[in-house]
Antibody, heavy 118, light 110 residues
């Protein structure tokens, strides 16, 4: 059974870089699919951050593109999110997810809350 | 890239049917058969309920169905049950290798 688990600091200072990792078990990220990040600000809706296929360039939400980096670590079967120059507006629950191309997201991590505060 | 438009809330009594709309544009919902719907219970991760506008994943109740007309997709839940009370989000491929979500709809089962 495919499982995804986010990990990383729960507190990040303003203007610093948020870094999260998603460990994947039960499936090799090199076997296909699209690996992405979605966030949800407190009491708000879902926002797609970006995605990366097992090969090729990553794709990002245009509103976050200048600050986001998504990468895959095939040796550890995990993928990562880096979001630079964070502000309080970046406080959210961050989910990692597996997607069938651009069709749908079928497996989600449990989510991890990241708070931006000094 | 603007969020898809959903009603903030809908409600229904057990056994009734409800429909949640999701309005986009000709650049997203109207251009691709790639609308998906997600159910999210409090403090839980979203769960896929409908994909490719109308398809239902294995294990999802057939009380859930999806449809689409022009730039508006819809999720219908028939035979409402207490366990259906949750937030529902639509999502569409928006071209240029991007996705866009709806703002979410809170379903209350009266």
């Amino acid at each position: 059974q495919v499982q995804l688990q986010e990990s990383g600091p729960g507190l990040v200072k303003p203007l610093e870089t948020l870094s999260l990792t998603c460990a994947v078990s039960g499936y090799s990220i090199t076997s296909g699919y699209n690996w992405g990040w979605i966030r949800q600000a407190p009491g708000k809706g879902l926002e797609w951050i970006g995605s990366k296929f097992h090969s090729g360039s990553p794709y990002y939400n245009p509103s976050l593109k200048s600050r986001v980096t998504i990468s895959l670590d095939t040796s550890k079967n995990q993928f990562s999110l880096r979001l630079s120059s964070v502000t309080a507006a970046d406080t959210a629950i961050y989910y990692c997810a597996r997607a069938h191309s651009w069709y749908y997201l079928d497996r989600w991590g449990q989510g991890t809350l990241v708070t931006v505060s000094s | 890239q603007s969020a898809l438009t959903q009603p903030a809330s809908v409600s229904g009594s057990p056994g009734q049917s409800i429909t949640i709309s999701c309005t986009g544009t000709s650049g997203d919902v109207g251009s691709y058969n790639l609308v998906s719907w997600y159910q999210q219970h409090p403090d839980k991760a979203p769960k896929l309920m409908i994909y490719e506008d109308t398809k239902r994943p294995s294990g999802v109740s057939n009380r859930f169905s999806g449809s689409k007309s022009d730039n508006t997709a819809s999720l219908t839940i028939s035979g409402l049950q207490a366990e259906d009370e949750a937030d529902y989000y639509c999502c569409s491929y928006a071209g240029s290798s991007t996705w866009v979500f709806g703002g979410g709809t809170k379903l209350t089962v009266l």
